[in-house]
């Protein structure tokens, strides 16, 4: 089993910046595609960011590229997200989540951290 744990959310200003961290319990940790999402209230769950296996390949979402940056260190096993130039519109529950068995397809997910940017 699976077990994903997101922390590092929080109330920051517009144009500040949050580092979300996920620490996954799990054997092989680089053997997963990550990714973050996001729900803001009212709204559907979008997926922000993925990052490969080893690390080497990343995907954004356009509402945040060239803002966030997904990250990886599979000696802890975890994901980061580094958000920089917080926008009020990034004010959602992020969630991480893990692929294993089919490419887009996310098999085990944490329990989300809350960012609220501040206008």
């Known amino acids: 089993q699976v077990q994903l744990v997101e922390s590092g959310g929080g109330l920051v200003q517009a144009g500040g910046s949050l580092r979300l961290s996920c620490a996954a319990s799990?054997?092989?940790?680089?053997?997963?595609?990550m990714g973050w999402f996001r729900q803001a209230p009212g709204k559907e769950r979008e997926l922000v960011a993925t990052?490969?296996?080893?690390?080497?390949?990343?995907y954004y979402a356009d509402s945040v590229k060239g803002r966030f940056t997904i990250s990886r260190d599979n000696a802890k096993n975890t994901v980061y997200l580094q958000m920089n130039s917080l926008k009020p519109e990034d004010t959602a529950i992020y969630y991480c989540?893990?692929?294993?068995?089919?490419?887009?397809?996310?098999?085990?997910w944490g329990q989300g951290t809350q960012v609220t940017v501040s206008s």
């Open positions: 989540a893990a692929s294993l068995f089919r490419a887009g397809q996310y098999d085990y």
């Open positions: 799990v054997r092989s940790f680089s053997s997963y595609t």
């Open positions: 990052i490969s296996r080893g690390g080497g390949s990343t």
